[in-house]
T-cell receptor, first 114, second 112 residues
Framework: AQSVSQHNHHVILSEAASLELGCNYSYGGTVNLFWYVQYPGQHLQLLLKYFSGDPLVKGIKGFEAEFIKSKFSFNLRKPSVQWSDTAEYFCAVNPKTGANNLFFGTGTRLTVIP | GAGVSQSPRYKVAKRGQDVALRCDPISGHVSLFWYQQALGQGPEFLTYFQNEAQLDKSGLPSDRFFAERPEGSVSTLKIQRTQQEDSAVYLC??????????FGDGTRLSIL
């Protein structure tokens, strides 16, 4: 069965600190990979996605993620966080064939202290 | 609007009542998904439509849950004889075929 693991449940950083959120997935076939962000009181928004090609993907607001196939990982990074990055971050996968739905991790709550 | 619209935003019901949750997808999006998000968890898949056809309902937790999309646009998720464990946020998402999914604000359902 497919599963997505986000090991950091709550991360607290000061502004300008660097961020890395871990995401590992378990699936027997090839997948598309996503990071979604949910700001307080708002809906889930797509931060970035990986379908194929360059495993280093750049998204909105200075975020990037690197797909490492051998480690089944898709970690999210940002060199310098801002207070406005305070939000919940969800990693998700869906298989390239078959089921079209997303499988989500449990989410990581990021709190950035000004 | 340009995004996925869900109504109501909040719904409180007594245990045993039936509820209906509505989703208006982005115009032109053929794929529509329903997810359930419990407190402190990530969204979990319930069901998927391609146009009016319900292609996957493997995530529906019981036969009390029913979803429809009769004209391939608006969708309704119905929960009959609600129970306390049905309390959650219900998310709707839409996409172009297998493209990235766009989510609505969700309906927060509380069963008393």
């Amino acid at each position: 069965a497919q599963s997505v693991s986000q090991h950091n449940h709550h991360v607290i950083l000061s502004e300008a600190a660097s961020l890395e959120l871990g995401c590992n997935y378990s699936y027997g076939g090839t997948v598309n990979l996503f990071w979604y962000v949910q700001y307080p009181g708002q809906h889930l928004q797509l931060l970035l996605k990986y379908f194929s090609g360059d495993p280093l993907v750049k998204g909105i607001k200075g975020f990037e993620a690197e797909f490492i196939k051998s480690k089944f990982s898709f970690n999210l990074r940002k060199p310098s966080v801002q207070w406005s990055d305070t939000a919940e971050y969800f990693c998700a996968v869906n298989p390239k064939t078959g089921a079209n739905n997303l499988f989500f991790g449990t989410g990581t709550r990021l709190t950035v202290i000004p | 609007g340009a995004g996925v619209s869900q109504s109501p935003r909040y719904k409180v019901a007594k245990r045993g009542q039936d509820v209906a949750l509505r989703c208006d997808p982005i115009s032109g999006h053929v794929s529509l998904f329903w997810y359930q998000q419990a407190l402190g968890q990530g969204p979990e898949f319930l069901t998927y439509f391609q146009n009016e056809a319900q292609l996957d309902k493997s995530g529906l937790p019981s036969d009390r849950f029913f979803a429809e999309r009769p004209e391939g646009s608006v969708s309704t998720l119905k929960i009959q004889r609600t129970q306390q464990e049905d309390s959650a946020v219900y998310l709707c998402a839409s996409s172009l075929a297998r493209g990235p999914q766009h989510f609505g604000d969700g309906t927060r359902l509380s069963i008393l």
